[in-house]
């Protein structure tokens, strides 16, 4: 057939037309409200290590291997520094106060609001459980769904999913004020939560991908340090990062082999060193973790970054180690370790070394917000150190959980398609806020 000139370009304006149109999108951020929710110090050091517990337990399970389950007798409400995010399920929606973690992957909503169903709700038949508190305890962060729907999801106008599988809590204890969990912990970590079914859950991050909403499965946290109880200090980006918070370069490490850690957005820490060693004198060898230019603390030693946990929790020996480095003395009216002013103008850097590159944890980023200590129990003039004792000695594959306090001072990017997380100082690195 032959073509006259009059028609070609019709012709190939059809067939431009019909090739798939690629949309480069940008990431969408949204902010973050923090809020201080804490009855002492005690039991804010209390409820972090029971986490560190459920989260061991839940990795031995995952292999197959017995727990020893510890049970609690009293209730413990959730003592944390928690990160509140607003989102809307359904169609006309009802928005839930939802608590951001990193260290489980399950989204779910009803615990102080009930679950509306709308339009849009799907009922799967499917029983749902998740535990967030250490063995049989049903008390702290315990919810028992009575199904998983999918549902439509609203995080922001341009980040509406459209079939988000979600848990709706027939009862839950703990939660006073807050509505549930938006996961964004690693996919995995869905598998077994179903009542009917080992399949895993696709996570909001994973829908976000699959619905065409975000270009990467990347999800970034961004928190400021404050000495507010109740401020919006943070922002979570979806589908890449927010150039505008941090600070150099930010770079990557694999999810470490190590297990327990390996099932969470676990690192493999190389060293809290001081910046007088050459990391780079032994290439591949493992280096130390020490506090100042001598001290070893840890030594190759794995652990997580969790946004649900609020302190900075080291191996038993390693907080002893810490302990007797700094001084500090264990204070019984707040639970953590107390120093005096001229121990704190002494007080050394740690020097977390990750994949190879040193992040300085100052002095100031060591200490509680002063203007917060009589909010856990403490002295207006006391000086609280922020490291704790997660309950087990090292070498048990999860060493150190890098809390909140850890968080506040560096940009974290966790990559679930490359299975590797991403650290980068931010503006607020070497604040002196506290």
Excluded: C
């Excluded at 065409?212 to 990347?218: H, N, W, Y």
């Excluded at 401020?231 to 694999?254: A, M, R």
Aim: hydrophobic share 35%.
């Amino acid at each position: 057939m032959r073509l006259n000139a009059s028609f070609v370009p019709l012709f190939l304006a059809v067939v431009v037309a019909t090739k798939p149109v690629i949309v480069d999108r940008s990431p969408i951020t949204f902010p973050l409200l923090k809020k201080l929710n804490v009855t002492s110090g005690h039991n804010l050091v209390q409820s972090g290590k029971q986490r560190a517990q459920l989260l061991r337990n839940q990795a031995l399970r995952k292999s197959g291997q017995a727990v020893d389950d510890v049970l609690v007798d009293e209730p413990v409400t959730n003592e944390a520094v928690i990160y509140i995010a607003d989102i809307a399920v359904g169609s006309p929606a009802t928005t839930y106060h939802l608590i951001v973690d990193t260290g489980s992957s399950n989204t779910w909503v009803g615990a102080d609001t009930d679950y509306a169903e709308t339009t849009t709700s799907d009922d799967t038949g499917s029983g749902v459980s998740v535990s967030y508190g250490s063995g049989s305890f049903s008390g702290k962060f315990r919810f028992l769904p009575r199904e998983e729907y999918t549902d439509t999801v609203t995080i922001t106008d341009d980040l509406v999913l459209s079939s988000q599988s979600i848990g709706v809590a027939s009862r839950s204890s703990g939660f006073s004020g807050y509505d549930g969990i938006l996961g964004i912990g690693p996919t995995d970590l869905t598998e077994g939560t179903l009542s009917n079914s080992n399949a895993e859950i696709p996570t909001v991050v994973d829908t976000a991908f699959s619905e065409g909403l975000i270009d990467e499965q990347v999800i970034s946290v961004y928190f400021e340090p404050t000495t507010e109880e109740e401020v919006e200090n943070g922002e979570l980006t979806w589908g890449g990062v927010d150039d505008s918070k941090y600070t150099g370069e930010i770079n990557y490490t694999p999810v470490t082999n190590t297990y327990p850690a390996s099932y969470y957005w676990g690192t493999y820490i190389l060293g809290l060193r001081s910046p007088l060693h050459d990391l780079t004198t032994d290439p591949g060898i493992d280096q130390s973790i020490t506090y100042g230019n001598s001290v070893t603390i840890l030594d190759n030693n794995a652990g997580i970054t969790d946004t649900g946990t609020t302190l900075l929790y080291l191996a038993t020996d390693a907080y002893n180690a810490y302990a007797e480095a700094t001084g500090g003395e264990y204070d019984n009216s707040v639970g953590l370790l107390s120093i005096t002013s001229a121990q704190f103008d002494a007080l050394e850097s740690l020097f977390f070394s990750i994949g190879g590159v040193t992040y300085e944890f100052t002095p100031n980023a060591q200490i509680w917000p002063r203007s917060l200590n009589t909010a856990i129990g403490g002295s207006e003039d006391g000086i609280y150190l922020v490291v704790a004792d997660v309950g087990t000695p090292s070498g048990q594959g999860l060493d150190f959980i890098n809390g909140y306090v850890f968080l506040e001072r560096f940009y974290s990017v966790y990559d679930s398609a490359n299975s590797q997380i991403g650290f980068a100082t931010t503006p607020f690195t070497n604040a002196t806020s506290n």
